[in-house]
């Protein structure tokens, strides 16, 4: 099963739904702020994607912390960062069977068509 992990408030994620609803895929909605996520799932993201792809570095969030802060986030101590600033995570995120990819694009679009 296809689930999505965003904030149910992000424009993005909202469009994302929508597009899925009328397509008429089936899937599930984490809310990352609400709902939270495992440690150990956010470690896999971690693994697979890196913190480049999965770190929102444009986000208001990002922007508010501290920059000692931001200087400390490395791969090694990300997941436990990103557990504590669950809105840091770039979204939507899609898992479909272990294939994650982020944000809501035609490439996107492509691979949640299939």
């Known amino acids: 099963m296809l689930t999505v992990y965003g904030l149910k408030n992000c424009d993005t994620c909202r469009k994302a739904r929508k597009w899925l609803d009328t397509g008429n895929i089936a899937y599930r909605f984490v809310d990352l702020r609400d709902d939270g996520v495992a440690l150990t799932m956010i470690t896999t993201w971690v693994r697979k ?6 770190v ?7 922007r508010e912390l501290p920059a000692r802060e931001r200087e400390m986030l490395t791969s090694a101590n990300a997941a436990n ?12 995120l899609f898992d479909f069977n ?3 990819t982020v944000g809501f694009n035609g490439s996107t679009r492509a691979i949640l068509a299939q």
Do not use: A
């Open 81 to 92: 960062f990103l557990v504590t600033y669950p809105t840091l995570i770039k979204r939507p």
């Open 98 to 100: 272990g294939k994650i």
């Open 49 to 54: 994607l890196g913190l480049d792809t999965l």
């Open 56 to 62: 929102n570095r444009r986000s208001t969030t990002w």
